[in-house]
T-cell receptor, first 118, second 115 residues
């Protein structure tokens, strides 16, 4: 089973709202990722968690706040977003070999959350 | 830094034809993975095929096969007996095996299969 689930599928929010995106996987993967994808463009990496610790932040604005409460769950908290943050947000997960050396495996993606900021 | 280039923004073929999507990449790494992902209008990014750089044998998955030329840094995807359901955006992607958790994507090729 290579399923990654994401909720909600669609989200519309105002610039003053606070909302959260949720991602879940039950494949035993210990690396989880957030990507942002604009229309007709490839995904852009935002954050990587390895063993529930943030390992990469691609200089993402602080209005995006990731959280990894356990090995199966990844959240992205949104606050004071701008209209240009409207995009498809994709979550992915992968197996990790050799934790200290961090050998990674194939990333499997969820269906995404379509975010619209008004 | 690694880069991935897909030189065909759009392609269109008739159902049941064979189509080849091109991808070139640039890296100084010796051990890495290459992928083709498919993203249909439903938006989900779906893994099509994976190639390990240390394997000389080209990967195949049913109707999908790759032509991996390591020295030329080329990684093309061949779709045989194309089906309407193959209509999608196809992304070529690269990742180092160790220490790198980042997928480097090409700009994508929009493939349309016509009935």
């Amino acid at each position: 089973d290579t399923e990654v689930t994401q909720t909600p599928k669609h989200l519309v929010m105002g610039m003053t709202n606070k909302k959260s995106l949720k991602c879940e996987q039950h494949m035993g993967h210990r690396a989880m990722y957030w990507y942002k994808q604009k229309a007709k463009k490839p995904p852009e990496l935002m954050f990587v968690y390895s063993y529930e610790k943030l390992s990469i932040n691609e200089s993402v604005p602080s209005r995006f706040s990731p959280e990894c409460p356990n090995s199966s769950l990844l959240n992205l908290h949104l606050h004071a977003l701008q209209p240009e943050d409207s995009a498809l947000y994709l979550c992915a997960s992968s197996h990790v070999f050799f934790r200290d050396s961090f050998f990674t495996d194939t990333q499997y993606f969820g269906p995404g959350t379509r975010l619209t900021v008004l | 830094a690694q880069t991935v280039t897909q030189s065909q923004p759009e392609m269109s073929v008739q159902e049941a034809e064979t189509v080849t999507l091109s991808c070139t990449y640039d890296t100084s790494e010796n051990n890495y993975y290459l992928f083709w992902y498919k993203q249909p209008p439903s938006r989900q990014m779906i893994l099509v095929i994976r190639q390990e750089a240390y394997k000389q044998q080209n990967a195949t998955e049913n109707r999908f096969s790759v032509n991996f030329q390591k020295a030329a840094k080329s990684f093309s995807l061949k779709i045989s007996d194309s089906q309407l359901g193959d209509t999608a955006m196809y992304f070529c992607a690269f990742t180092k095996i160790q220490g790198a958790q980042k997928l480097v994507f090409g700009q994508g090729t929009r493939l349309t299969i016509n009935p």
